[in-house]
C-alpha cells in the first residue's frame, strides 16, 4: 500500500508541494508513489502524471518551476525532434516509447505547451509562432481572458502503440563473431 500523497509532499520544497497538491486536488491519491514523486496512470488525457520533489527553473515564457510532466502516445517525426526542442526545453519526445510528455508547474501550462507542439508537428505553426503564441496566452491567463489551449487537449493521442523502436544495423551473425572474437582474446 502507498503513502498518502499528503504525507510524501509534506517534507517537499514549498514550488513541487504546491504543484502535486493542485494534482492531489484534481485526481486524488496517485496510482503509485515514492518519497520523490508521485505518479497517476490514465487520468483525464493523460497516458501518465508525474510529480516530482525536484524541480526545475525555467525562464520560457517567464520565470516559474516545472514540477508537474504530462505524458501522452504521441509518435514524433524524427525531423520534429530538433524544432520541438527549440520551442520548448520542457516539451519531451521520448521516440522509442512513442511518448511525448510536457513538464510545466501544472496541468494547463501543460496542455498549452502540447497543443503548441501538435500545431508545429502538424505544420500548422512555426515554431517561432508557437512561441509567440504561448507567451500570448501565458499572459492571458493571468488577465483573465479566455485560453483555449490551456483547457484541454485539442488533439487526440495515439493509443499506446505509437513507438518507433528504430532499425536493426547488427546482425544475429554479427553479434556471434563479435562474441567469438571476444572469447578467442580471453
Avoid at 525536484?54 to 510532466?69: G, L, R, T, W
Avoid at 530538433?82 to 511525448?100: H, I
Avoid at 504561448?134 to 483573465?144: C, I, M, Q, T
Wanted: charged share 30%; proline share 6%.
Amino acid at each position: 500500500m502507498t503513502e498518502r500523497a499528503e504525507h510524501i509532499i509534506d517534507s517537499w520544497p514549498e514550488e513541487s508541494r504546491e504543484a502535486a497538491q493542485l494534482v492531489v486536488d484534481k485526481y486524488g491519491e496517485p496510482t503509485e508513489s515514492t518519497p520523490s514523486q508521485l505518479v497517476w496512470r490514465n487520468v483525464g488525457p493523460w497516458k501518465r502524471l508525474v510529480a516530482t520533489k525536484e524541480f526545475y527553473e525555467h525562464n520560457f515564457p517567464a520565470p516559474h518551476i516545472d514540477a508537474v510532466e504530462s505524458f501522452i502516445d504521441y509518435a514524433v517525426p524524427t525531423e520534429m525532434a530538433t524544432p520541438l526542442a527549440k520551442y520548448d526545453g520542457s516539451v519531451v519526445v521520448e521516440r522509442t516509447a512513442g511518448e511525448v510528455s510536457a513538464r510545466c508547474h501544472d496541468e494547463e501550462a501543460n496542455n498549452l505547451a502540447l497543443n503548441l507542439m501538435h500545431d508545429i508537428v502538424q505544420g500548422k505553426k512555426s515554431v517561432d509562432e508557437a512561441r509567440d503564441y504561448y507567451a500570448k496566452e501565458f499572459l492571458d491567463f493571468r488577465r483573465g481572458k479566455p485560453t483555449p489551449y490551456m483547457e484541454k487537449l485539442r488533439f487526440t493521442p495515439g493509443n499506446g502503440a505509437s513507438g518507433a523502436p528504430d532499425e536493426r544495423v547488427i546482425s544475429e551473425s554479427d553479434i556471434e563473431e563479435a562474441k567469438a572474437e571476444g572469447s578467442a582474446k580471453a
